[in-house]
């Protein structure tokens, strides 16, 4: 009886792991589909074909072309936060709250600005009227989560005496805008060779934060004086 039992649990692991293998062959394959022929020029048959499933099992996973792309649209825009903010290091004692800064400005810059992502915020805008929901997941996914994020990162600061806050969630907004307005409007209006180099983000996080902390550093600290470069 036990033996079953723990045979019918292997195979619902097993079928469950099929199962994400799947769907996560369909969000490849249809965002590349996507990416290339459009919204209206992708097929669910041309999905299943690359994906390698049948169009039957997209359908299982998606119920509708609209379903499939929000959930490519969420996928991916977590998945960047998630490298943004998850795996930044928190803030650590003895850390210098500017250069903490700088890294945190540094390594949204790089991850947000990558061709695919651009790419798919242009089809997302292109089709807000048609599916509001598209531009929703992207937000929510997107500046949402990163302000929020950032806010609790800027609150703990704050709480510790380096940063003079009132507001977080203000102060976040004020960041992350500062931090990604110019260069994310030039690359969704110029295209992907508008990407900066790395060492021109770099700098941009240098003289963005710089910025930011004329206003909310505390007078007369460490992080209130001006940093080289």
Request: glycine share 10%; aromatic share 6%.
């Amino acid at each position: 009886m036990a033996k079953t039992k723990l045979a019918g649990v292997a195979r619902g692991a097993e079928d469950h792991g099929r199962s994400a293998q799947k769907r996560r062959a369909i969000l490849d394959a249809a965002t590349n589909v996507f990416l290339e022929k459009g919204y209206l020029g992708a097929s669910m048959d041309e999905i299943a074909g690359l994906a390698a499933v049948s169009k039957q099992t997209v359908y299982a996973h998606f119920s509708t072309k609209e379903a499939l792309f929000v959930a490519i649209v969420s996928s991916t825009t977590n998945q960047a936060s998630d490298k943004v903010h998850n795996e930044m290091p928190g803030f650590g004692v003895g850390e210098d709250p500017a250069e903490y800064l700088r890294a945190y400005a540094y390594r949204q810059l790089t991850v947000v600005l990558q061709p695919r992502i651009m790419q798919l915020r242009r089809l997302v805008i292109g089709e807000v009227g048609r599916f509001p929901g598209l531009a929703k997941a992207l937000f929510d996914g997107g500046p949402k989560r990163a302000v929020s994020a950032l806010g609790a990162a800027l609150k703990d600061l704050a709480d510790r005496g380096l940063l003079a806050i009132d507001d977080p969630g203000l102060a976040a907004s004020q960041f992350n805008w500062l931090i990604m307005g110019e260069p994310l409007n030039k690359v969704m209006l110029l295209g992907d060779d508008a990407i900066p180099t790395k060492a021109e983000l770099r700098r941009h996080a240098l003289q963005s934060v710089r910025m930011f902390l004329a206003a909310y550093a505390i007078e007369g600290s460490p992080t209130s004086q001006p940093a080289g470069g």
